[in-house]
C-alpha cells in the first residue's frame, strides 16, 4: 500500500546525520515542554486559561483581561505544536532513510501518542482546578515521553541488529536498579510539590486542592531517596570500575554522580531558603537532566550493529600439525 510517507520515502532519503539530528530535537524539546510547564505552575499561571481546549469558554485564545498569566499558559500551549512538529519530522526521518528505520518509527509514533495523552491530561489538570494527583500524572507523562525520545536518540546512533550485552547480567540488573531508584526520587519530587507552596495560581486563591500530607515529611521521604540514590550511583561506579565496564558506561556514571549531587545542593538551598520559584525551576531542570544521566546508563552497557552485518567468524585453535 502507498502512503504519504512512502511516496515522501522515495523523493527523500535523509542521512544517518539527518535521523539523528531529528531524534535530538525531539529530545530536546521534550526536555523543554518539562521545563515551560514548571513555569507555568511557577508563576502562578496555571489557570490563566480557565478551560480546556479553549483559553475561556467564549475564546480560543486568552483576552486582554485574563493579563500575563493568560499568555503564559497559552504559550505553553502553543509549545504543544512545535514538540509535535519536532516528533513528525524524528517520525518521518526515521521513515524516509534507507533502509527504512522501523524500530525508530515506532519509538517515534510513540512518542506522538504520548504527547496527545499528556496534552489531554493538561486539559484534565485545568478542568479539575489544578488537582495535585492530575498534577503529578500529567509530569510523570512527560518524563515517560522524555525517556522515549531519550531511547529514539540513542537508539538513532546505533544500527538494527540485536543488541549484544558488554558486561555480565548482574551488572545489567544492577544499572536497572538505579533507574528504578531514581525514577522513584523523581515520583517523590511529584508528591512534594503537590503539598508545597507553590500551587499554580495565585497565593490568595485557596480553592486549589493539595496533598493532605506534611510537607516536611515529604520532603524528608525525598531526601532519602535523594542520599539512596547517591549511594547506589556510587556503587554502580565502583563496580563498573572493579568489572571494567565499558569506558562510555563509566562516564556516564561518573555524569550521573555530578549531576546527582549538584541537583541535592540545589534541593537543600530550596528548601531552606522557603523554595523560591527560580530554584525550583532549576531544580525541574535538574530533575529531568538527572532522568536522562541515568537512563544513559544501561543503554552503555550493550551494543547494536547492522541487522545486515554478520558477527565475525571465530579464528579456528591451531592444530597440532600446524604447530610443528
Known sequence: MRTPSSLLAERWQPSAVVVRRAALAALVMSIVIVVTGGAVRLSASGLGCTTWPRCTGE?????????????????????????????GWAILAARCAAPWRRGLTRLGWAQFWL?????????????????PYTVAVHLISAMALVWVALLMWERSKEGDGPPRVLVARPIVQLSYVLVTVIGLLVAAGTLVTGAGHHPGTPKDNRMVPRIPLDYDRLAQVHADLAFVSVGLAVAVLFVFAAVKAPPAAR??????????????????VQYFTDVPEVLVGVHMLGATLTWIAVLRVP???????????ASPAPVPAPTAAATV
Do not use: K, W
Open 59 to 87: 475564546s480560543l485564545t486568552p483576552t486582554p483581561e485574563m493579563g500575563l498569566h493568560g499568555i503564559i499558559e497559552f504559550t505553553n500551549r502553543m509549545l504543544t505544536y512545535v514538540l509535535c512538529a519536532a516528533v
Open 299 to 309: 543503554a552503555a552497557l550493550r551494543v547494536r550493529t547492522d541487522a545486515s552485518v
Open 115 to 131: 504527547v496527545m495523552s499528556n496534552a489531554v491530561i493538561g486539559g484534565v489538570t485545568v478542568l479539575t482546578g489544578l488537582n
Open 251 to 268: 562516564a556516564r556514571a561518573r555524569e550521573l554522580l555530578v549531576v546527582l549531587l549538584a541537583q541535592g545542593v540545589l534541593g537543600f
